[in-house]
C-alpha cells in the first residue's frame, strides 16, 4: 500500500495553530503517516501524541528546517509530490492516474500564498474543485478519493474504541481513564 507523507507550509507561529493541529488530525484519521511542517509548535506535537496513545497509531509531526529541502528528498526517493491548489487539475481527472502509479505520496498543502516554486517541484497540482476553500478539506477530499473511502474503515487499534450507534455515544476502553 502506498504511504503518505503531509508536507504543510506557510504555518504561522501561533496565528495557524489550530487549523494546522486539524491538518495533522485528518491526515493520521484519513490513512497518512506523518505530518512535516516548518515551525511545528510543541503543543501541536502534544495534542497528536496524546491522539496517538488515546486512540492509537503512530502518526507523526515532524518538524523540519527547509520544505525545499523535504520536497527535494522526497523525490530523491523516488516519491511523487501532489501539491493541492485550486488551480490544478480536477482531482476527478487525475487520481486514477496518481493511484495507479502506486508511488509513496507527498502532498503539500499551504496556509497563505504558495510560492511559484511549489508549483514547479510538484509532479501534480490537483485542485478539489476550481473554488477556494481550506486546506483541511482539501486534504480530506484528496485522501478520501485516493483511497476509495476504504481508510474510514480502519482499525486504529486504541485505548479507545468507539462503537458506532445511531443514538448513543458508547466506547470501549482498554485501561484508558
Ligand atoms: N490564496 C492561497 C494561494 O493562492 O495559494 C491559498 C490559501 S488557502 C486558504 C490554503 C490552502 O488550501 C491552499 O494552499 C491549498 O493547499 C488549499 N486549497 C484551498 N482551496 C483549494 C482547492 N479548491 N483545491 C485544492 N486545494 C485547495
Do not use: C
Not at 504555518?11 to 487549523?19: E, I, K, P, Q
Amino acid at each position: 500500500m502506498m504511504r503518505v507523507s503531509v508536507l504543510r507550509i506557510g504555518h504561522r507561529f501561533v496565528r495557524d495553530y489550530r487549523v494546522t493541529t486539524h491538518v495533522a488530525l485528518v491526515a493520521r484519521a484519513f490513512g497518512a503517516e506523518r505530518m512535516l511542517v516548518v515551525n511545528a509548535e510543541d503543543d501541536i506535537k502534544k495534542t497528536i501524541k496524546e491522539v496517538n496513545e488515546r486512540w492509537g497509531s503512530y502518526f507523526e509531526v515532524r518538524e523540519i528546517s527547509n520544505w525545499r529541502n523535504a520536497i527535494r528528498a522526497w523525490k530523491d526517493s523516488g516519491g511523487k509530490v501532489v501539491h493541492l491548489t485550486m488551480y490544478g487539475i480536477n482531482v476527478d481527472d487525475i487520481i486514477g492516474e496518481i493511484r495507479n502509479d502506486g508511488k509513496d505520496l507527498m502532498i503539500v498543502v499551504g496556509a497563505e500564498k504558495v510560492p511559484r516554486e511549489v508549483y514547479d517541484m510538484s509532479d501534480y497540482n490537483v485542485s478539489i474543485g476550481n473554488q477556494p476553500h481550506s486546506e483541511i478539506a482539501a486534504l480530506a477530499v484528496f485522501l478520501d478519493r485516493l483511497f476509495e473511502g476504504k481508510q474510514l474503515k480502519h482499525e486504529f487499534n486504541g485505548k479507545v474504541k468507539i462503537v458506532p450507534s445511531g443514538k448513543d455515544k458508547v466506547v470501549k476502553t482498554d485501561g484508558a481513564s
